[in-house]
């Protein structure tokens, strides 16, 4: 049985229309900025603030309502992610619109800018993955945040398609050989996402049960995929030629 068990999902009253669909401030207060002329002191005056790479993260998903992120954002207070929120879509990072009838409702999604932060979220995953260690008592956990440092290592493998991922958490899906979009794009916006939570839409390439300790040593570099394959840690369903590039056939 897995260390990593899934917390439940916030449980939470019906939000009150401004909370489930914040609306941008009429006078919005000035950004802080570190006003040093460098491109990484540009890029953490639009994503250095706490939360907001998280949210970018969720995002990285495909569309989603408030309430959703904040299901998958514990700890978060509403507050601070209406205001990050409306940081984003001010930055041209995110942008907030209706869905159609019947559901009606408000999501939030990345713009071609902001998607183009997936190498970023990549990067952190593999530099704080050695800083994982055993999960401590105060950690929360979602199937779906090991999707980015997983897809990572499979893309590695070659090859090109949606690989579904089971485990005792849940079950996310990651779609491998994407390109990055074009951030002068607008229609990017609409993309595909790289990954989302729970099983994919239609059959994927190939499926992947696993269990997270299993998961983590494979983020972290300890355990290679085709070594997680050989010992029976990983195992993977599928004929196609994604599913053989992850078990490694001949």
């Not at 008592?137 to 980015?148: G, I, K, M, Y």
């Not at 499926?207 to 394959?229: K, M, N, S």
Request: glycine fraction near 10%; charge should be neutral.
């Amino acid at each position: 049985m897995s260390r990593l068990r899934r917390m439940p999902r916030q449980s939470s009253q019906p939000e009150p229309a401004r909370r489930s669909a914040p609306s941008p401030r009429s006078n919005p207060p000035a950004r802080r900025s570190y006003d040093h002329y460098c491109g990484a002191a540009r890029a953490l005056d639009a994503v250095g603030d706490r939360w907001t790479l998280l949210i970018v993260r969720e995002l990285l998903a495909g569309p989603r309502r408030y309430t959703d992120l904040h299901a998958d954002l514990p700890g978060v207070s509403t507050d601070v992610l209406a205001s990050r929120l409306r940081d984003m879509e001010q930055g041209g990072i995110a942008t907030r619109r209706r869905l159609p009838p019947p559901a009606s409702a408000f999501v939030y999604q990345l713009t071609p800018r902001g998607r183009g932060l997936l190498p970023v979220l990549q990067a952190l995953h593999a530099w704080g993955a050695g800083d994982l260690g055993e999960r401590r008592p105060t950690d929360a956990v979602r199937a779906h945040w090991f999707a980015l440092p997983l897809r990572a290592r499979l893309q590695e493998l070659g090859g090109g398609g949606v690989a579904e991922v089971q485990l005792d958490e849940g079950v996310f899906h990651v779609r491998l050989g994407a390109d990055l979009p074009d951030p002068d794009d607008d229609a990017a916006a609409d993309a595909d996402p790289v990954y989302g939570d729970g099983p994919a839409p239609g059959a994927p390439d190939a499926r992947l049960l696993l269990a997270a300790e299993t998961c983590t040593a494979l983020v972290t570099g300890d355990l290679t995929v085709r070594d997680a394959v050989r010992d029976g840690r990983l195992r993977v369903a599928g004929d196609g030629p994604l599913a053989k590039a992850i078990r490694g056939d001949a």
